[in-house]
Antibody, heavy 116, light 111 residues
């Protein structure tokens, strides 16, 4: 059974940093496109970043230069390092697996609150 | 730039059917899409993939009363025999060179 279990997140002041983790089971993260998607309070889904199976990474313009996506194949885990956080980064963050290549699996989500 | 357009809201009665629409921006009618459901206070759940030829494939565990279809630049999600738990936000999603693109979502109210 495919499962994505997230951890990390919480409250941080503007300018601070957080790291999100997403542990996968039932498949290998190295063989799939793995995404981070966020949802600000009361808003829709917004794609944040992707780690392609081949190793390339891409970011939404709103987070480029501040966020870094990475993966640990041995731990079968996806990460999102978030630096220089802003209040507008406040959202629930989801990891999501792409397959052929629509997203077909979601993590449970983790809340990130950026506030002073 | 590819844009997916959804109506902000829809409503239908318990036990009835409803058809939600996702419209691909002009010139992009060959794209397949996925539909995702987000119940209140929950994370998204993958429902299905809808191809540009009208064929669709439901995700694991998704009941057959959820079905997909397409016509031109429009992609549809039809939910039959509406139940109270179908009250949710529904998002369509496609991809450009592997990067996901989301529609704005439709809030479905079951009356």
């Amino acid at each position: 059974e495919v499962q994505l279990v997230q951890s990390g997140g919480g409250w941080v002041q503007p300018g601070g940093s957080l790291r999100l983790s997403c542990v996968a089971s039932g498949f290998s993260v190295s063989g799939h496109f793995m995404n981070w998607v966020r949802q600000a309070p009361g808003k829709g889904l917004e794609w944040v970043s992707v780690f392609f199976a081949g190793g390339s990474t891409y970011y939404a313009d709103s987070v480029k230069g501040r966020f870094t996506i990475s993966r640990d194949n041995l731990k079968n885990t996806l990460y999102l390092q978030m630096n220089s956080l802003r209040p507008e980064d406040t959202a629930v963050y989801y990891c999501a697996r792409s397959f052929s290549p629509e997203i077909n699996s979601w993590g449970q989500g983790t809340l990130v609150t950026v506030s002073s | 730039q590819l844009v997916l357009t959804q109506s902000p809201s829809a409503s239908a009665s318990l036990g009835a059917s409803v058809k939600l629409t996702c419209t691909l921006s002009s010139g992009d009618r060959n794209y397949a899409i996925a539909w995702h459901q987000q119940q209140p206070e929950k994370g998204p759940r993958y429902l299905m993939k809808v191809n540009n030829d009208g064929s669709s494939t439901n995700g694991d565990g998704i009941p057959g009363r959820f079905s997909g279809s397409s016509f031109g630049a429009e992609r549809y999600l039809t939910i039959s025999s509406l139940q109270s738990e179908d009250e949710a936000d529904y998002y369509c999603q496609t991809w450009v060179t592997g990067i996901p693109v989301f529609g704005g979502g439709t809030k479905l109210t079951v009356l």
